[in-house]
């Protein structure tokens, strides 16, 4: 009989212990907002949860190549944009000198207008997004400088004193299996296409009043505008196809952000409701272990 009653004792406590280990739990997570303290609570969902986490720390740095090659893109736009309107600028003043009826006056204010659309375009060839130069991909001394050619005139060239590898692609990351070059070679736009080279042989035609020449520039020029607006398509397109992607990145984003709250994250209300009914059984418990020990001391002492 005092076995038996043993056992009673000891099953009623252990049940007691049960019911305060669970409501301990319950309370800790309403107080941490969290569902799992250890592996041990939920192991698959933890699992889960590790793997939710990761796929949101690789999607975080695919955003972060995307917001990157999108500054680059718009800042080749603006380049662009701006090497159009040089371009544009250097026609105007080609059909202007091309006819008749302009005098020595004229065409010196010709030629330094052209000069200055020469050394803004090499601006434009300079431009920059985040301390490297869009055209070259390379940091530090400009890419692309003027030069007095020894043999008389000018040319532009690529900056002798850069060692580093320039014009190299630079590519971005921004899905797993996908890449976008968000750079244009300076060496093809400025220097491979002739463009600098057409507009120091139109200022030499202006410098020496000679119409025909000039206007043998016009075809070149109008190529050269071409060239430019074709690029700023290019990234057009491009911003384009970052900016669908980073939108869908953006909605798998907030998927798996509810998926690894809806994992992690204490529903308060269930379980707020849960603890209050792991409190009732437990003072249920109480209140039942005490008649059972009552009872146990009766026994024993009969």
Same mark, same amino acid.
């Given at each position: 009989?005092?076995?038996?009653?043993?056992?009673?004792?000891?099953?009623?406590?252990?049940?007691?212990?049960?019911?305060?280990?669970?409501?301990?739990?319950?309370?800790?997570?309403?107080?941490?907002?969290?569902?799992?303290?250890?592996?041990?609570?939920?192991?698959?969902?933890?699992?889960?949860?590790?793997?939710?986490?990761?796929?949101?720390?690789?999607?975080?740095?695919?955003s972060s190549n995307?917001?990157?090659?999108?500054?680059?893109? !718009? +800042?080749?736009?603006?380049?662009? @944009? %701006?090497?159009?309107?040089?371009?544009?600028?250097? *026609?105007?003043? /080609? $059909?202007? =000198?091309?006819?008749?009826?302009?005098?020595?006056?004229?065409?010196?204010?010709?030629?330094?207008?052209?000069?200055?659309?020469?050394?803004?375009?090499?601006?434009?060839?300079?431009t920059s997004v985040?301390?490297?130069?869009?055209?070259?991909?390379?940091?530090?001394?400009?890419?692309?400088?003027?030069?007095?050619?020894?043999?008389?005139?000018?040319?532009?060239?690529v900056n002798p004193?850069?060692?580093?590898?320039?014009?190299?692609?630079?590519?971005?990351?921004?899905?797993?299996?996908?890449?976008?070059?968000?750079?244009? !070679? +300076?060496?093809?736009?400025?220097? @491979? %296409?002739?463009?600098?080279?057409?507009?120091?042989? *139109?200022?030499? /035609? $202006?410098? =020496?009043?000679?119409?025909?020449?000039?206007?043998?520039?016009?075809?070149?020029?109008?190529?050269?505008?071409?060239?430019?607006?074709?690029?700023?398509?290019?990234?057009?397109?491009?911003?384009?196809?970052?900016?669908?992607?980073?939108?869908?990145?953006?909605?798998?984003?907030?998927?798996?952000?509810?998926?690894?709250?809806?994992?992690?994250?204490?529903?308060?209300?269930?379980?707020?409701?849960?603890?209050?009914?792991?409190?009732?059984?437990?003072?249920?418990?109480?209140?039942?272990?005490?008649?059972?020990?009552?009872?146990?001391?009766?026994?024993?002492?009969?």
């Amino acid at each position: 009989m005092r076995v038996a009653n043993n056992m009673t004792v000891l099953n009623t406590i252990s049940n007691l212990q049960q019911n305060i280990r669970e409501i301990a739990g319950l309370q800790q997570k309403i107080s941490s907002g969290q569902k799992m303290r250890q592996i041990s609570d939920d192991p698959s969902s933890l699992w889960k949860v590790i793997s939710i986490k990761e796929s949101l720390a690789s999607r975080e740095q695919y955003s972060s190549n995307i917001e990157n090659g999108i500054s680059w893109l !718009n +800042g080749a736009d603006g380049a662009f @944009d %701006s090497a159009n309107q040089v371009m544009q600028s250097a *026609l105007d003043i /080609a $059909l202007s =000198a091309s006819n008749t009826g302009n005098n020595s006056s004229d065409f010196e204010n010709y030629t330094l207008k052209v000069n200055n659309l020469i050394n803004q375009l090499i601006i434009v060839a300079n431009t920059s997004v985040e301390d490297r130069y869009i055209f070259s991909n390379s940091k530090g001394e400009q890419p692309f400088v003027r030069q007095e050619d020894p043999g008389g005139g000018e040319k532009v060239i690529v900056n002798p004193s850069i060692t580093e590898k320039i014009f190299n692609d630079s590519p971005r990351k921004v899905l797993p299996q996908v890449s976008e070059t968000v750079n244009f !070679n +300076g060496q093809a736009l400025f220097i @491979d %296409s002739n463009v600098f080279t057409h507009l120091f042989d *139109l200022k030499n /035609a $202006l410098k =020496a009043k000679d119409s025909s020449t000039v206007n043998a520039q016009i075809e070149n020029l109008t190529n050269d505008q071409n060239l430019f607006i074709q690029s700023r398509s290019e990234a057009g397109a491009k911003i384009n196809r970052l900016e669908m992607i980073k939108t869908v990145l953006e909605d798998q984003n907030t998927k798996l952000q509810k998926s690894l709250a809806g994992l992690q994250n204490t529903d308060l209300e269930t379980a707020t409701t849960e603890l209050v009914s792991r409190m009732l059984t437990y003072q249920a418990t109480l209140s039942c272990t005490a008649k059972v020990l009552q009872t146990s001391l009766l026994n024993f002492l009969s």
